[in-house]
């Protein structure tokens, strides 16, 4: 891509961004006005942008910079991870401990609806590490033998998920009730199987997809989180831990083939090689804003020392609920 593309920035391609700087003169919005096209294209293309050298001034500023692409941003439904509502449909990224790496991976392809983009603005970069690992989905998915894509593509992935019992996220929290009767509704709706167990806890399973197309572009992306989910994504010491705790039934979250098979952790390590060979560190730097198409572009989280604070923006449902 030429630096015509985008004429008031210095641009030049790295894998899967690009990476834009102001000149002198030109506001976030007025690029987004003046741009659109390009950038749509380039995101298309490339599956990011980055937008560095500007300020927002709080998660409104934030939220107005998202919405200006013309799309409503969307809620976090159906949450895997903890996060904080600091703004309207404005989300903390994920909120684990500083210590702990976040494999990488594409916003909520463990369900069959998910956003085509996201936003990440860095408004405190960390003191060391913390950098957001990115990888171009349609190379994970060349890469992968096509014995294990047709596997996959043939019986896609059953998600089942425990939660509370202080080891996941109570349901209360994942579908924003505590009335049983509306997550029911949410799941019957989906075709998530839902089950209240004794103790008044919910145990939910769903079939979803292990690859997509992708609508505009038409290329085929590896598009699951089975190896994230799945159980032996866990340290050994608290997989064991775990598994004598409450047994395979009730960890708090697994993987398995959709016809409900368990799926072999040598193909998982297999998967999890093409995504490492993908990968592409990407460090932060105060007020950038980092624009992904969320099928094309996978993404994670380092480990980090010190503080660090990214807010992350949502919109374009697509999937089985995705309004006509």
Not at 31 to 43: T, Y
Not at 79 to 101: F, L
Not at 280 to 301: P, Y
Request: glycine share 6%; net charge negative; hydrophobic share 35%.
């Amino acid at each position: 891509m030429s630096d015509s593309v985008f004429s008031c920035f210095e641009a030049r391609v790295v894998p899967s961004v690009i990476l834009c700087a102001t000149k002198h003169g030109h506001s976030l919005r007025s690029i987004v006005d003046d741009q659109r096209g390009e950038i749509d294209a380039a995101l298309t293309l490339q599956g990011g942008v980055l937008f560095r050298g500007f300020s927002l001034d709080g998660p409104n500023a934030f939220h107005d910079f998202a919405t200006s692409f013309g799309d409503a941003l969307i809620t976090y439904d159906f949450a895997s991870t903890p996060r904080s509502h600091v703004g309207d449909r404005i989300y903390t990224s994920t909120e684990y401990p500083p210590s702990q790496h976040i494999p990488l991976h594409n916003e909520q392809s463990y369900t069959r609806d998910w956003p085509m983009r996201i936003w990440f603005h860095c408004v405190v970069p960390a003191d060391a590490g913390g950098t957001t690992p990115i990888a171009n989905s349609r190379q994970i998915y060349a890469d992968i033998p096509q014995s294990i894509r047709e596997i996959f593509h043939d019986k896609q992935v059953m998600y089942v998920r425990n939660y509370g019992n202080g080891l996941d996220l109570p349901w209360e929290t994942v579908f924003n009730t505590s009335c049983k009767d509306d997550v029911e509704r949410y799941c019957s709706e989906r075709d998530i199987v839902c089950e209240w167990k004794k103790n008044g806890n919910l145990r939910t399973r769903q079939i979803a997809q292990a690859v997509s197309e992708h609508p505009v572009s038409g290329e085929t992306v590896w598009f699951n989180q089975a190896h994230l989910f799945h159980v032996s994504s866990l340290a050994p010491p608290v997989r064991e831990a775990l598994l004598d705790a409450v047994g395979e039934e009730d960890l708090p979250r697994n993987a398995y083939y959709g016809d409900g098979t368990r799926i072999e952790e040598d193909i998982l390590d297999c998967i999890r090689a093409a995504i490492a060979r993908a990968t592409v560190t990407f460090e932060w730097q105060k007020d950038d804003i980092l624009m992904l198409d969320n099928m094309l572009t996978a993404h994670g989280r380092a480990s980090f020392k010190g503080k660090r604070k990214v807010l992350v923006a949502m919109a374009k449902p697509h999937g089985k609920m995705t309004p006509s």
